[in-house]
């Protein structure tokens, strides 16, 4: 090849680098990627799965979650666990950034067929399968899992392992515990389940509750809100 061809395709080479380098970076779609995780286990009655994706559809039909929308917009995606390797996803990343895509993922929860409860309780497995969603589709600055349970992890992965190897990647797992069977069920998921910084577990007991620390869950992942402020009893939006 001629020496000016040789010098002028350099030339160029040189000036697409410094134009990859110049331009803007996209900003993410969200700010926050969460992986809704839902208890579908043996130990999970009919009512109680029915209880859940109730519980869900009612959170995110509530204004003040609309509202934390604004604060950055949301990927979200609802699936369910049992045992080991067995996550399976009902509904895929779906992006909200207004109220009326959280309304529409509220109906999508509520079409959902239900019936699908597996067997034991694989909290680490569920962890591990839930951080591998990210890369599918969750990319955010913020990647958050938030696991619901009634019971303790019973097969698998060590629930603790499987945290620890979520946060190594910067992934932050919260948790709701549900404490029908296991009073001390809040305190196991804050030894053996949550990670990462500004971690937390709520707990509750009925659907009230339930769709109360839900919908409290979502506008903190969503907005950053400080876990240890006293905005239980002092009338948190």
């Not at 080479?13 to 410094?18: E, K, M, P």
């Not at 003040?64 to 929308?69: E, G, K, P, T």
């Not at 549900?178 to 707990?203: A, H, M, N, Q, T």
């Amino acid at each position: 090849m001629p020496r000016f061809l040789l010098s002028l395709l350099a030339t160029l080479t040189i000036l697409a680098g410094n134009a990859a380098l110049a331009a803007p970076k996209q900003a993410p779609e969200a700010s926050v990627a969460l992986v809704l995780a839902l208890d579908g286990s043996a130990s999970i009655t009919q009512g109680d799965l029915e209880f859940q994706l109730q519980g869900h559809a009612a959170a995110f039909r509530d204004p003040s979650v609309a509202d934390a929308l604004s604060s950055g917009g949301l990927l979200v995606t609802l699936a369910a666990y049992s045992g080991p390797r067995s996550l399976k996803v009902l509904i895929p990343w779906t992006l909200l950034k207004s109220a009326g895509d959280a309304t529409r993922f509220a109906d999508r929860i509520d079409a959902l067929p239900r019936g699908f409860q597996g067997d034991s309780t694989a909290i680490g497995s569920a962890i591990e399968e839930a951080s591998k969603l990210f890369d599918q589709g969750g990319a955010a600055p913020n990647r958050v899992i938030d696991l619901v349970s009634n019971g303790f992890s019973n097969s698998g992965l060590d629930p603790a392992l499987a945290r620890d190897r979520a946060t190594a990647r910067g992934i932050v797992v919260n948790g709701l515990a549900i404490l029908d069977e296991f009073p001390w069920l809040e305190e196991y998921f804050e030894e053996c389940v949550i990670g990462g910084p500004g971690s937390f577990v709520k707990s509750a007991m009925d659907r009230a509750s339930f769709v109360e620390a839900l919908r409290q869950k979502l506008i903190l992942e969503m907005v950053g809100v400080p876990d240890h402020l006293p905005w239980q009893s002092a009338g948190f939006p």
